[in-house]
């Protein structure tokens, strides 16, 4: 299994919209770094969940439930996007200074890659954040 994490603006898409649907289709990326990580998902990979620019905070843990397939929002280029359902709200937001905080998530793309969307985090990264949830 892998791990992952996706950002998205509370603004557009929240986490309680997210639990309330039942899951989505994880569309839009335009970023070919992002796209790719959304190609390496397997069903089944842990994703967390993270409010961007309003927030900025892990609140959710969602699971993959459809591999890559073709983005059907994109009118053109090669787009691909995921199923994600929801797997838990965490116990409680794990914010970006926390994160930074962290001496074991020194190296977590989030931090690396501030505007990537979609990225991959080691199990002990994404175990990390969870642990933080629950302090």
Avoid at 72 to 87: I, M
Wanted: glycine share 8%; hydrophobic share 40%; net charge positive.
């Amino acid at each position: 299994m892998n791990h992952w994490m996706v950002k998205q603006e509370p603004s557009a898409y929240p986490w309680g919209q997210f639990e309330r649907d039942g899951g989505t289709a994880w569309t839009g990326v335009r970023n070919f770094q992002a796209r790719n990580n959304l190609r390496a998902m397997r069903r089944g990979d842990r994703v967390l969940y993270y409010h961007s620019v309003e927030g900025k905070c892990v609140v959710g843990v969602a699971e993959v439930a459809r591999e890559a397939y073709p983005d059907p929002t994109a009118q053109e280029g090669d787009w691909s996007c995921v199923d994600l359902k929801p797997a838990g709200a965490l116990k409680r937001p794990v914010g970006l200074e926390e994160i930074k905080a962290e001496p074991e998530l020194a190296g977590v793309a989030l931090l690396r890659q501030s505007r990537l969307s979609v990225m991959p985090l080691a199990k002990a990264e994404f175990d990390a954040i969870v642990r933080l949830s629950k302090k």
